[in-house]
């Protein structure tokens, strides 16, 4: 898995590029890598294209940033694949999200 | 008549033998891709199929060996005749059924949900079926997947 991230100049702007799977090898890494840039985040973009497959842990991810970002600002899912989609349908999450 | 069951190999073996730590889903997700190439799986299965394993293999990692290392054999299956494939999952930890887990409540908003506990709830969904026995001082699970292309 790789995570691009790219911000805004005032910083309160980010998108999270990911590419690859988010599984739970993988997911960690993408943990540590949102929690060292979202301070003053106030809009944080997780964009998805890129993306095969989520498993729980990266489930687990997106609902730690959610929780994270709900405070000052919001999450925003983009360009998620219909594979993806199921999982968060099985959950419940794409009820909860904001997916683009 | 029978039916027509091929086991996949690994590295010679009629299984692949793994430490029970999250890291090695590396090596079993790089033997799944092998196979789902030479199946020519569709991609939505494929996915399925590596989402499942997920859960199980990060299950056996975090809670079949509270009191030290150990391992998790798995054998993948593929049945020509049903055109269905069949993930088994083994370790000689505590014993623990899964399946048995309560089903998380997935009407709750974000902020009152139980981060976790999600992950075999998905696995049910996936899979056709999941099972679990105890045998031989082992925790067995198997999973099956028909395989429909279109």
């Known amino acids: ?100 | 008549m029978a039916n027509d069951i091929r086991r996949f190999m690994f590295n010679g073996e009629d299984s692949l033998m793994l430490p029970a730590r999250r890291d090695a889903f590396v090596t079993l997700k790089e033997w799944m891709d092998s196979i789902a190439e030479e199946l020519n799986l569709p991609t939505k299965t494929r996915r399925q199929l590596l989402v499942s394993a997920d859960e199980i293999f990060t299950n056996i990692s975090s809670y079949g060996y509270p009191f030290g290392e150990g391992t998790a054999k798995v054998t993948i299956d593929f049945d020509v005749t049903n055109a269905e494939i069949t993930l088994v999952f083994s370790d000689n930890g505590i014993p623990y059924n899964p399946l048995e887990n309560s089903t998380p409540d997935i009407s709750k908003s974000l902020d009152e949900r139980e981060i976790g506990g999600l992950g075999i709830f998905v696995v049910k969904k996936l899979m056709d079926t999941v099972e679990y026995k105890r045998e031989n001082d082992c925790n067995v699970l198997i999973l099956k997947k028909k395989i429909s292309h279109g």
């Open chain 1, 1 to 100: 898995m790789n995570v691009e991230i790219v911000k805004n100049a005032d910083g309160t702007v980010m998108t999270a590029y990911v590419e690859g799977s988010v599984d739970t090898v993988t997911a960690p890494t993408l943990q540590e890598k949102l929690s060292n840039e979202w301070k003053g985040v106030t809009e944080l973009t997780l964009d998805f294209e890129k993306v095969d497959y989520v498993s729980s842990a990266g489930l687990r991810v997106i609902m730690v940033t959610d929780r994270q970002m709900s405070d000052n600002g919001k999450l925003i899912l983009k360009n998620v694949n219909e594979d993806v989609r199921e999982v968060l349908s099985i959950t419940g999450l794409d009820e909860l999200l904001n997916i683009e």
